[in-house]
């Protein structure tokens, strides 16, 4: 079981906001920079955001993401039909000494 | 554009060991920006992170798999590699190579550019 907890799945319609939770420590974002990233079906996870709220070249304004003490938040904004995907958080662990990856969670597009 | 490719046996027995390489293009493991790491995702379930290395051969692993994995690069191919050992179905896994990008004292940690996976199959 994972240190990083995130909800199982979240669900919006299309041109809504949805937002992922991903919650942890001190030990982990409580002192680590966050990054998240998508994993459409069947295919490698990709980055979305990094340093808790940075984003690579090539990925839209519509994913954005913050970080508040022990817990980090994915946004998506303008939902589409492409955007059904696993997310997932991920940070150092300072006390178990390993890099750890939230639970994921499942995004729908009603 | 990087871009990075496994590849190995898609099926060992159990207690065998399970070996991979990781080609790298269009960038080169000893520019020494990056660190390049393995992590895995049993079928249905979530990332595991297993170890990284340096181009010089600085390696990190995973505490819950040290004892059984290794690690190694070959920076003449820009290749690296990744060996678990005494494997059981529970390594069943798509296995991902990426590289990653480390900073501020290991503040900053996040893989960039991943490859396509392949799925290793532990049965006899």
């Known amino acids: 079981q994972s240190v990083l907890t995130q909800p199982p799945s979240v669900s919006a319609a299309p041109g809504q906001k949805v937002t992922i939770s991903c919650s942890g420590s001190s030990s982990n974002i409580g002192n680590n920079y966050v990054s998240w990233y998508q994993q459409l079906p069947g295919t490698a996870p990709r980055l979305l955001i990094y340093d808790n709220n940075e984003r690579p070249s090539g990925i839209p304004d519509r994913f954005s993401g913050s970080r508040s003490g022990t817990s980090a938040t994915l946004g998506i904004t303008g939902l589409q039909t492409g955007d059904e995907a696993d997310y997932y958080c991920?940070?150092?662990?300072?006390?178990?000494?390993?890099?750890?990856f939230g639970t994921g969670t499942k995004v729908t597009v009603l | 554009q990087v871009q990075l490719q496994e590849s190995g046996p898609g099926l060992v027995k159990p207690s065998q060991t399970l070996s991979l390489t990781c080609t790298v293009s269009g960038g080169s493991i000893s520019s020494g920006d990056y660190y390049w790491s393995w992590t895995r995702q049993p079928p249905g379930k979530g990332l595991e992170w297993i170890g990284y290395i340096y181009y010089s051969g600085g390696t990190y692993y995973n505490p819950s798999l040290k004892s059984r994995v290794s690690i190694s690069v070959g920076t003449s191919k820009n290749q690296f590699s990744v060996k678990l050992s005494s494997v059981t179905a529970a390594d069943t896994a798509v296995y991902y190579c990426?590289?990653?990008?480390?900073?501020?004292?290991?503040?900053?940690?996040?893989?960039?550019?991943w490859g396509r996976g392949t799925l290793v199959t532990i049965s006899s």
């Open positions: 990426a590289r990653t990008r480390i900073a501020a004292a290991g503040q900053t940690y996040y893989f960039d550019y």
């Open positions: 991920g940070t150092w662990d300072n006390s178990l000494g390993t890099y750890v």
